[in-house]
C-alpha cells in the first residue's frame, strides 16, 4: 500500500515534500483519463485519505509528546501539562480548539495502547483501509 513505500524510505518526510505530493494530486480527476483509469485513481484516493489521517495522528500525538516533555523540563506544574497542546494541533488543523481536544486525545489513547490501536478506525486507516 502507499503508506509501506513511505515506511521504506530512510529519513522522514519533510513537510515541502508533503506539499510537492499534494500539488501532484491536483492533477488527478482530469476528465481526459479513460474510465478504467478514474476508477483506479478514486480507489487509490480512498487509500491514501486513510494513510493521511493516521499520519496527521501520528504527528498529532508526536508534537504533543514533545511539548509535554518540554513543560515538564520548564518545571510546569503537573496540573499544568498539556495545556495549550490541544489549541496548536487545533490551528494547524485550521479547526477550533474544541475541535483540536477531540481529535487529539483519543488519537493519544490509541497510540499509546498498541493492541488497541490496532484495531482501531486508526489502525485501519494506517493499513489504507476504510475507517
Do not use: N, Y
Not at 515541502?16 to 478514474?38: K, P
Not at 501520528?58 to 495549550?84: I, W
Not at 497542546?85 to 487545533?90: E, F
Amino acid at each position: 500500500m502507499i503508506e509501506q513505500e513511505f515506511e521504506a524510505a530512510s529519513q522522514p518526510m519533510a513537510s515541502r515534500e508533503v506539499t510537492e505530493i499534494a500539488a501532484a494530486i491536483r492533477s488527478l480527476g482530469c476528465a481526459d483519463a479513460d474510465a478504467t483509469e478514474l476508477i483506479e485513481q478514486i480507489a487509490r484516493l480512498e487509500e491514501l485519505k486513510g494513510t493521511v489521517a493516521a499520519a496527521q495522528a501520528r504527528a498529532a500525538v508526536a508534537f504533543a509528546a514533545k511539548q509535554r516533555a518540554e513543560q515538564r523540563a520548564a518545571g510546569l506544574p503537573a496540573a499544568q501539562l498539556g495545556k495549550g497542546i490541544a489549541a496548536q494541533v487545533a490551528l494547524a488543523r485550521q479547526e477550533s480548539p474544541h475541535q483540536g481536544s477531540r481529535h487529539l486525545g483519543p488519537r493519544r489513547w490509541c497510540m499509546s495502547c498498541r493492541t488497541r490501536w490496532r484495531h482501531s478506525t486508526l489502525g485501519r486507516s494506517a493499513s489504507g483501509g476504510p475507517p
